[in-house]
């Protein structure tokens, strides 16, 4: 997705499948915590008002539309994790299983700080 744009600028927005299919509304925008880009969004869909959840990465603004290239039937009967909470590092693994893709590399570990000393036990003589 872009990274330029201001996520909160995504909600409000239509969101349309690959196939050009009004998909719902996107209702939120989630971050990245350890970036703090967007990649994930909720769209509030059908009747039911169920949110789904989709990835900004590969999605793209448009025309002040989201597309989304996935077909309407994966959004769909992706995970449902309700709004407004913050998604655990499993419920982000469900979403990246639901739509193929590559899991994301780990975060790194922090360097040690200077002068720090190795997390080594003291021998005992």
Do not use: C
Request: proline letters at 14%; hydrophobic letters at 30%.
């Amino acid at each position: 997705m872009q990274t330029d744009i201001d996520p909160r600028s995504l909600i409000g927005r239509k969101a349309f499948d690959r196939n050009g299919a009004k998909i719902g509304t996107v209702d939120e925008v989630y971050l990245d915590d350890a970036t703090g880009e967007p990649e994930w969004a909720a769209v509030r869909t059908g009747l039911f008002s169920r949110d789904a959840f989709v990835p900004l990465e590969p999605s793209r603004v448009e025309d002040d539309t989201l597309h989304i290239p996935y077909d309407r039937a994966l959004i769909k009967d992706a995970p449902d994790f309700g709004v407004g909470r913050h998604l655990s590092p499993e419920q982000e693994l469900q979403l990246y299983h639901h739509y193929g893709l590559d899991l994301p590399p780990p975060d790194p570990e922090p360097a040690p700080r200077p002068g720090a000393q190795p997390d080594t036990p003291p021998a005992s003589g």
